[in-house]
């Protein structure tokens, strides 16, 4: 489900440029999801339903890494997930998607 928020999310911000934050609406504050501007534009930083990105990197990663264990390869879950996590732009979630890949290549050479 929290991926599938994030992919609502990021549909709604690109396609109809409209911001669903469920944080604002269930706590009374705002998500931290603006990033920094790159080349003039201000870059956005899905979070799902975590409050900032790198709860949402923080949350979803050890669900992948479960999936991962439990069925031994990597499925289209995983691939997506993953791929959320790396999309929102957060320190934490390249190094945990990075430490995740690491793992993936030491187990896959043995």
Same mark, same amino acid.
């Given at each position: ?9 990021? *549909? ?5 440029? +409209?911001?669903?934050? !469920?944080?604002? +609406? ?9 990033? /920094? ?5 201000? *870059? +956005?930083?899905? %979070?799902?339903? %975590?409050?900032? /990105?790198?709860?949402? %990197?923080?949350?979803?990663? !050890? #669900?992948? +890494?479960?999936?991962? #264990? ?6 289209? #879950?995983?691939?997506?997930? @993953? ?7 957060? !320190? @934490? ?9 690491? *793992? ?7």
């Amino acid at each position: 489900m929290h991926v599938t928020f994030w992919i609502i999310q990021l *549909i709604t911000k690109y396609a109809l440029d +409209y911001h669903i934050d !469920p944080i604002e +609406y269930f706590v009374g504050y705002k998500q931290r999801i603006w990033g /920094p501007e790159i080349f003039g534009i201000n *870059i +956005y930083r899905m %979070a799902g339903l %975590a409050n900032e /990105p790198s709860g949402y %990197a923080i949350t979803v990663m !050890p #669900l992948i +890494y479960l999936v991962y #264990l439990a069925n031994g390869k990597i499925g289209k #879950l995983i691939l997506v997930s @993953l791929v959320t996590v790396v999309l929102t732009f957060s !320190p @934490l979630a390249f190094v945990l998607a990075f430490s995740f890949m690491g *793992i993936v290549v030491v187990r896959e050479k043995k």
